[in-house]
C-alpha cells in the first residue's frame, strides 16, 4: 500500500510539473504576441493575464489531484467488491 501511495504521488508532482511548465509557456508567448503588437497596457488586458493565471492554476492542481483520486477509486472499486 505505501509504495502505492509513492507511485501516487511521484505521478502527481510529475503531472503538475508538466502542466506548470505548458502554462508558463503559454503565458511567455501571450506577453510575447502582446509585446510585439505594440498595444498599450490597459486594465482589460491586466484581467486577461489574471484569468489565465487563475485558470492555470486551478488546472495544475486538477493535474496533481487525478492520479491520487484514479488510484482512490480504484481502491475503493476493488474492496468494495463482494467477495
Known amino acids: 500500500m505505501s509504495t502505492e501511495k509513492v507511485a501516487a504521488f511521484y505521478e502527481s508532482w510529475n503531472a503538475m510539473l508538466v502542466e506548470v511548465t505548458l502554462a508558463n509557456v503559454e503565458l ?10 505594440g498595444l498599450p497596457a490597459t486594465l482589460q488586458s491586466s484581467r486577461t493575464a ?7 492554476a486551478i ?3 486538477g493535474k496533481g489531484v487525478a492520479p491520487v483520486r484514479r488510484r482512490a477509486v480504484a481502491n475503493a472499486r476493488r474492496l468494495g467488491r463482494a467477495r
Not at 489574471?50 to 492555470?56: D, F, G, S, T, Y
Request: net charge positive; glycine share 4%.
Open 59 to 61: 488546472g495544475i492542481l
Open 50 to 56: 489574471a484569468a489565465h493565471v487563475q485558470r492555470a
Open 28 to 37: 511567455s508567448l501571450s506577453s510575447a504576441r502582446w509585446f510585439l503588437s
